[in-house]
Each structure stands twice: as C-alpha cells, then as structure tokens.
C-alpha cells in the first residue's frame, strides 16, 4: 500500500514488533548518502529539520528487452497524480 510520502514509497501493512527486533540501524550524519537495492526494505524516521527538506534520488536500470506495460502505467500514473494532488502539490496534465 501507498505511504503518506510523496512518490513511489510503499508501506508494509502488517509489520510486527517481531519483525522490528530484525532491523539493522544505520546512522547516518548530515551529508551523507545511503545506497541500497531497491526490494531492501528500509525506513526512516522523520525529518527532525524545519527549513530543510529530506532528498531523495532513485535510479532504475533497464535491460534492453525490457519493455513498459502502458496499462500498469497509466495506474501508477494516475495514482501518483492523486496522491500528489492530496499533498497540494498542483498537477501537470
């Protein structure tokens, strides 16, 4: 299911106090950069800064055989569009 972050963040419905013992915590300073897979599950707490935003960069590499279901698409599209509109975020057509 979809996060209340902007993008293509995912929430795991049924997380479990067991599952939180697994966690390995990785503290991060001001500046740096964390690099995971993108199927690692991982979390953040929130941003504990008022005028400074969280950033984020994802890249996604493709073989050349890979090709775009349009109707998969068009979904996420337009799920992307709605929940970016929710956040006031105005929406380009």
């Known amino acids: 299911m979809t996060s209340p ?14 599952d939180l013992e697994k966690e390995v915590n990785i503290v991060a300073e001001p500046g740096d950069a964390l690099i995971h897979y993108g199927n690692t ?4 707490g929130p941003n504990g800064t008022k005028d ?4 984020s960069f994802a890249m996604v590499f493709k073989g050349v055989s890979a090709q775009r279901d349009h109707e998969k698409f068009q979904i996420y599209h337009e799920s992307s569009k709605l929940q970016q509109s929710s956040f006031g975020i105005e929406v380009n057509p």
């Open 5 to 18: 972050t902007l993008g293509f963040s995912q929430s795991i419905s049924d997380l479990d106090p067991s």
């Open 41 to 44: 599950i991982h979390r953040a």
């Open 52 to 55: 400074r935003h969280r950033r």
